[in-house]
């Protein structure tokens, strides 16, 4: 069982990265899908999450409106867009899937956002 992450990078403030959320040994569709982040000397957060049934997604009040999650069961894989990046959106963020009484984590990927 295992979440992989990628997508993350340096990016100037105003653009757009795509992060991608690849798991194997488990149906992705099935679980709900999270992104977090955590910047240095800061609580996690829950960015965004897409729920497996009926793929409603929520966002955090910070990303509403410039970031959007979603899926590809075919390829078991959850996505994070986020366009209009800001430096505070500078983070390690993470992958979680969680449901039927299981918590599976990735291992992060670094987002840095500055001119």
């Known amino acids: 069982v295992q979440l992989v992450e990628s997508g993350g990078g340096l990016v100037q403030p105003g653009g757009s990265l795509r992060l991608s959320c690849t798991a194997s040994?488990?149906?992705?569709?099935?679980?709900?899908g999270r992104w977090y982040r955590q910047a240095p000397g800061k609580e996690r957060e829950l960015v965004a999450q897409?729920?497996?049934?009926?793929?409603?997604?929520n966002y955090a009040d910070s990303v509403k409106g410039r970031f959007t999650v979603s899926r590809d069961n075919a390829k078991n894989t959850v996505y994070l867009q986020m366009n209009s990046l800001k430096p505070e959106d500078t983070a390690t963020y993470y992958c979680?899937?969680?449901?039927?009484?299981?918590?599976?984590w990735g291992q992060g990927t670094q987002v840095t956002v500055s001119s």
């Open positions: 897409i729920i497996s049934v009926g793929d409603m997604s």
């Open positions: 040994g488990f149906t992705f569709s099935s679980y709900t």
């Open positions: 979680n899937a969680l449901g039927w009484g299981k918590d599976h």
